[in-house]
């Protein structure tokens, strides 16, 4: 009875304490805030201590494509009457958007809308399955509960992940372990950079204003399937414009709305009854439109949840004219200025739609 | 299916509860079926030949035991040919045949084949030959179950690295087993935990640095660099056998067996004759009595003495790999411990003065640390060239031990330290539930903070 006392015990004390370093935010005070968890955390925590001065507000969520930069729509809040935020990530997937959402707003009733930035509405498919990407596990881990565990394990559609996925929602240090290792590397240091980001890092991100830097000059033949570009512009920047303008569309083939039905669907499941309405729209689809557009899909993700009550399907063309190269930094990022012009025409359009239900 | 695996763990938790759900006449059964589904589960194939080298001496040591004394030698003999010889076909032809080729000025592996060697050859082997030397020598009854004799030289907890247990430790356990007390149980868990400890959250650690220095050691010049590189190399293999060792010993326990100690803190040593005593216990203890001893050991004069030395340390290097490097290192072992006779024998055995201690340990740390750049150096060349970088200051300052994992060995020498002094380690299964707690918690935190757990990495020992 004693060994087995003992190691009860054992157990216990050491859930009880990984309990308290990795789900009760106190390793956070610790976490490096520019890593794939840090940066997650930092921005759930920034909008969660972000002061409202409107009751109306809007939260923008979506990858890096998403250039909104809520002080445009702010400037403008005057006209709009909404308030934005953004929580968007750059390298994070639906997935990571349905645990960022419920760690930003987890009773479902703090906005007026959620506006979630996609590629298309007709699930192209991107040449990647999301659905085993590993780096998720990284992302969301800080957002992860006991009763996640089974339902994002079962997401990843690999044995090897399905586990990581397991042993990671179960023993969180595994994953922060490379943050804790690095720590160890320049702890002081460490300390002083993550007090500093939870102080500061709002302000870093709500200022950001993106950059100059353009795509002006480059030109692209669709015709004769030739890219020319300025001196200036490099092969490999070359080569990726040609990958995303000239390749063949890959066939549509169903994996990626598979991915997006669940994980659109777990947002839509969160806010489901609330009043908060959930805003999809269509992001700009670059510096150059290719002629081979999708064709349309009305089975995709967003258009079968567009049928819900509370989803709204913005127009797909509101952003038409930014479409231009001069207001892009590659193929697919909007620079400063196209951010500018896209989080002033967002905040326009999403009040507007707001305003008429 | 390594030690350091879920898949490992699950296939012990299976078997424990089989074990102790089974009645007792079922639990060896049940531990052989168990030790050849461990065995089989990485190569089925040489589970022939483990069977064989079962059969071979279970049968030669009945015989021995049976044969009047002038037929019991053959019979002895038949034993060892099977065992050294399919030690010598599968670890050391290709070395010999590379090596006569070499000598007869025929082209580069003339002669060699493509031999895979199998799992614990050379611990089970030894294990066997021990065995029947001591039916031969009247020390040992010869076992007539031959579950019980198959399940000596198989048991998995110890079939693939050691410890090499004596067929007297192993059988009156077997034969007065008891169910482990409540110490036993709790020293076995502490014992699995820190052993998983010692091998995922510091020899893989450490074996990133060494082989990163190893693999290419002209990359980094310069002796603070080399002093890293063989640094972390020690680390690592002590960290890697020892945790191995620690976890061996743990299922052993739960399933009320005890194996010998096969480490006592070896970097603590204040002599090489002291290091030789605490490191790789089960082998070096095989070695005095069945090849030291043999030889004559110190029973005729100095020089013979020396010369039994160096013949049974090079005997020893030889054992670990076929490579003229552990030849080297199992010679500089020797020649070591013979100039340590050489100096007084006592002089080396008897714990020196508190305020000679740390010289005399840092130097022996030294020494061993040399020979490990002869165990790990890829080739001669490379072993040249790092020893003599080990002595060059040269202009950079390159240290490829990152800072954090040096105090952690801090840290544990500082552990070993007061376990050399109290044997605390020993004492917390007996102590209060929650210092046992306490120092698991932290042992199992750093395996998960620490560990290496993206991909297992295989014990350095399951190679020899």
């Given amino acids: 009875m004693r060994a087995l006392f003992t190691l009860i015990l054992t157990v216990i004390g050491f859930w009880a304490v990984e309990f308290a370093l990795f789900r009760t935010g106190a390793y956070y005070t610790i976490l490096r805030p520019d890593s794939s968890t840090g940066s997650v955390e930092t921005y759930i925590h920034n909008e969660l201590k972000r002061t409202r001065h409107n009751p109306h507000e809007v939260l923008t969520i979506g990858d890096s494509r998403m250039g909104f930069l809520p002080r445009y729509a702010n400037e403008i809040q005057a006209e709009t009457g909404y308030e934005y935020a953004s929580i968007a990530l750059g390298g994070a997937t639906p997935r990571d958007w349905y645990f960022m959402l419920r760690g930003a707003d987890p009773s479902a009733n703090r906005y007026s809308a959620i506006v979630v930035a996609v590629e298309d509405y007709e699930d192209s498919e991107i040449g990647e399955d999301f659905s085993i990407r590993a780096a998720d596990l990284s992302y969301v881990i800080g957002r992860l509960k006991y009763s996640d565990i089974p339902e994002f394990a079962r997401s990843f559609h690999d044995p090897e992940l399905e586990w990581a996925a397991v042993r990671g929602g179960l023993l969180k240090g595994l994953i922060y372990k490379r943050d804790f290792q690095d720590f160890l590397l320049h702890p002081t240091e460490r300390i002083d950079m993550a007090k500093l980001a939870r102080k500061d890092s709002y302000l870093w991100f709500y200022n950001y204003a993106g950059t100059n830097q353009s795509m002006e000059g480059v030109a692209v033949d669709f015709n004769n399937r030739t890219i020319t570009v300025p001196p200036g512009f490099t092969d490999a920047q070359k080569a990726a414009y040609q990958l995303r303008f000239l390749a063949p569309p890959l066939p549509y083939t169903g994996m990626r709305t598979a991915y997006l039905h669940q994980w659109l669907g777990k947002i839509y499941e969160h806010y489901r009854g609330s009043k908060t309405r959930l805003v999809f729209l269509h992001l700009p689809r670059g510096p150059f439109i290719r002629p081979d557009q999708p064709a349309l899909n009305p089975h995709s993700s967003v258009r079968e949840l567009a049928g819900r009550p509370e989803v709204i399907l913005m127009p797909e063309h509101i952003f038409d004219s930014i479409e231009r190269p001069g207001l892009f930094i590659d193929q697919m990022h909007m620079n400063g200025p196209g951010s500018a012009e896209f989080s002033r025409i967002l905040a326009k359009q999403v009040s507007h739609t707001l305003d008429a239900l | 299916m390594l030690f350091n695996t879920t898949q490992f763990f699950v296939f012990l938790a299976i078997v424990l509860a089989l074990f102790y759900a089974a009645p007792r006449a079922l639990r060896r059964v049940i531990l052989l079926v168990a030790s050849y589904f461990f065995y089989l589960s990485w190569n089925y194939k040489f589970v022939v030949l483990l069977l064989g080298l079962t059969v071979v001496d279970f049968v030669a040591a009945i015989a021995i035991e049976r044969a009047p004394a002038s037929r019991k030698k053959l ?45 614990g050859i050379s611990f089970h082997t030894f294990q066997s030959i021990s065995y029947v030397v001591d039916v031969y020598r009247g020390e040992q009854a010869a076992i007539r179950n031959p ?10 907890p110890q079939l693939v690295a050691g410890p090499i247990v004596r067929a007297r430790e192993f059988f009156s356990d077997l034969y007065a087993w008891k169910p482990p007390s409540q110490e036993e149980v709790l020293r076995g868990v502490l014992l699995i935990v820190l052993g998983l400890t010692k091998k995922m959250a510091f020899a893989d650690q450490f074996a990133q640095i060494a082989d990163s220095y190893f693999q290419n050691p002209g990359a980094h010049p310069g002796g603070f660099a080399a002093w890293s590189g063989v640094f972390a190399f020690a680390m690592q293999i002590f960290f890697d056998f020892s945790g191995y060792t620690d976890m061996a010993i743990g299922m052993a326990l739960l399933l009320g067996f005890h194996f010998p100690v096969n480490f006592r803190r070896p970097y603590l040593a204040f002599s090489i004759t002291d290091f030789w005593h605490r490191w790789h216990m089960s082998l ?61 024998r006592r002089e080396f055995e008897k714990r020196p003065p508190i305020w000679l201690y740390p010289l005399r340990a840092a130097i022996t740390f030294g020494l061993v640390c040399i020979g490990w750049v002869f165990f790990r150096a890829a080739t001669f060349a490379d072993s040249r060239y790092i020893i003599s970088q080990l002595f060059h200051s040269g202009r950079q300052m390159q240290a490829l031990v990152p800072r954090w994992l040096v105090y952690m060995t801090g840290a544990s ?52």
Avoid: C
């Fill in chain 2, 284 to 344: 070096s203890r095989w070695l005095r009595d069945y090849l030291y001893i043999p030889l004559g050991g110190n029973r005729h004069g100095r020089w013979m003495t020396y010369r039994n030395l160096i013949l049974t340390m090079l005997l020893g290097g030889l054992w670990h790999g076929a490579s003229w490097n552990f030849v080297i290192w199992g010679g500089y072992h020797g020649g070591l411990l013979s100039l340590e006779r050489m100096m007084g």
């Fill in chain 2, 413 to 464: 020498l500082l552990i070993a330290l007061i376990e050399e002094k109290f044997e605390w380690t020993e004492r917390l299964s007996r102590g209060p539930a929650w210092a046992y707690a306490a120092f698991m918690i932290l042992l199992l935190l750093t395996i998960e903070l620490i560990g290496v757990t993206e991909k297992p990495l295989p014990f350095v020992y399951f190679q020899f």
């Fill in chain 2, 75 to 119: 019979f002895l003999l038949i034993s060892l040919i099977a065992n050294l010889g399919m030690l010598g076909f599968f670890k050391y032809y290709n070395f010999f045949a590379d090596n006569l080729a070499q000598l007869l000025r025929y082209p580069p592996h003339s002669w060699t084949y493509s031999i895979i060697l199998p799992l």
């Fill in chain 2, 147 to 156: 579950i019980d004799y198959a399940l000596y030289i198989s048991f998995f």
